[in-house]
């Protein structure tokens, strides 16, 4: 019920920036998180950042290992979450896959599921 398209991967050299995209669509009448995990070859995938939306506003957390490099934000009107990252270095690495917590409304209520998209391959490397 919820389609999440990334966008942005590629080759980049050390210290290099690159700026991932993903838009939900489908039948959804709120997302409540909405951000990033990767995966390197051969390790668990992994949360980089991550934005959540509350009655204050949006909030945002960012992994230590990215903090300072890496910074996550979104556009509610758009249903789409970005991920800036700069000062990029070979071990970012990874597939970087787009991650949304949703409530969907159905016959017997509203729940909310986790949606995951396709990745999409960040490369650093000279």
């Known amino acids: 019920q919820v389609h999440l398209v990334e966008s942005g991967g590629g080759l980049v050299q050390p210290g290099g920036s690159l700026r991932l995209s993903c838009t939900a669509s489908?039948?959804?009448?709120?997302?409540?998180?909405m951000g990033w995990y990767r995966q390197a070859p051969g390790k668990q995938r992994e949360l980089v950042a991550r934005?959540?939306?509350?009655?204050?506003?949006?909030?945002?957390s960012t992994a230590d290992s990215v903090k300072g490099r890496f910074a996550v934000s979104r556009d509610n009107a758009k249903n789409t979450v970005y991920l800036q990252m700069n000062s990029l270095k070979p071990e970012d690495t990874a597939v970087y896959y787009c991650?949304?917590?949703?409530?969907?409304?159905?016959?017997?209520?509203?729940?909310?599921?986790?949606?995951w998209g396709q990745g999409t391959q960040v490369t650093v490397s000279s």
């Open positions: 991650n949304c917590d949703a409530d969907v409304r159905q016959s017997g209520g509203s729940f909310r599921y986790s949606y």
């Open positions: 489908g039948s959804f009448s709120d997302i409540v998180v």
């Open positions: 934005t959540t939306s509350g009655v204050s506003g949006v909030k945002t």
